[in-house]
Structure formats: C-alpha cells, structure tokens
C-alpha cells in the first residue's frame, strides 16, 4: 500500500516545529527568570522604607540590574554584609544570577530597598515589584507580587524573631 502526502503538510509541519524551537531556544527564553518566596516586610505607620524579598532561579546566566515599584518613591538592589564587625549595607549596581542556581534576596543579604514608601506596608497586602533583568545585552522586565508579612518576619515561613531597620 503506497501512502501519498500533500506536499504543503509537510512544509507546515516544519513551520511549526521551527517556530516552536525558535520560542525555545530563543534569548527570551534563556532569560527566563523564576521567582520564589518573594515578599515584603510590613512597616509601622510613620515608616517610610522597607524590604522585599526573594529566591531568584537563571535558566542562563544573567544579572538582576534593577527595580522599581508603584509602592515607593525608589527602590534599589541592596547589599548588607559585615566589615569590621559592623554591619553596614550599601547600594548596588546589579546582582549576579548564575544559570541553574538560586540566589536569595534575604535580611542581612542582597535585598531590594524600598524607600520612600507612600503608605504603609500591611501584612497580607501585595507589593508589585519590577524586577529588570540583563542577559547577553538585552533587558527584560519581569513584575513579581511580594506578599507583605508581619514586620518582624525573618525569611520564608518565619513569623518573628527580631528583624533589623534600614
């Protein structure tokens, strides 16, 4: 038995799947950026700054290069970390996000500063924050919803324990 197919199938067979490898493998798709945990620490009233939080997941190598949020009148990548005995914390230009590892945005660590803030952050409410995200030269942006919890909260799953200010 002879099968006979139409010449225009398989051109769109082919089609299809080159358009499905291109979405692939395209420089979109290795920027991939998935996040986890993300959340915000909860202020008092007179407040005017806080943290927000996250697990941050590279498909690909990339660079967190920056962030913004409609919560505060800025936001910046932040670092603490001890010199001297003393913990000191500073603004920086970006943080790396090496492929297949996960980097976590905590208290005492990398965070995102939110300063500025025009209400105060209420357990339970949401904080959309946009991260901008560089790899092989292009920029993308990614809106994450931090998920604001009680202003002692420490990490995932913590509800207490102290905290520290910024």
Not at 118 to 147: C, D, M, N, W
Request: proline residues 5%.
């Amino acid at each position: 038995m002879t099968v006979r197919i139409r010449a225009a199938m398989p051109a769109a067979c082919a089609a299809a799947c080159l358009a499905v490898s291109a979405a692939l493998f395209s420089p979109l798709a290795l920027a991939q950026v998935t996040v986890s945990n993300a959340w915000a620490r909860g202020t008092v009233p007179a407040q005017t700054a806080s943290g927000v939080f996250m697990t941050l997941h590279a498909h690909a190598a990339a660079r967190l290069v920056g962030v913004a949020t409609p919560a505060a009148a800025t936001a910046e990548l932040h670092e603490m970390k001890m010199e001297n005995n003393v913990m000191r914390m500073r603004a920086v230009d970006g943080i790396e996000l090496p492929a297949m590892k996960d980097v976590e945005l905590k208290p005492g660590g990398y965070h995102v500063m939110l300063s500025g803030l025009k209400a105060p952050l209420k357990a339970g409410e949401v904080v959309p924050v946009t991260l901008t995200i560089e790899q092989g030269g292009k920029r993308t942006e990614q809106v994450v919803k931090a998920e604001v919890r009680d202003l002692t909260a420490m990490g995932p799953g913590t509800a207490g324990g102290g905290h520290h200010k910024h």
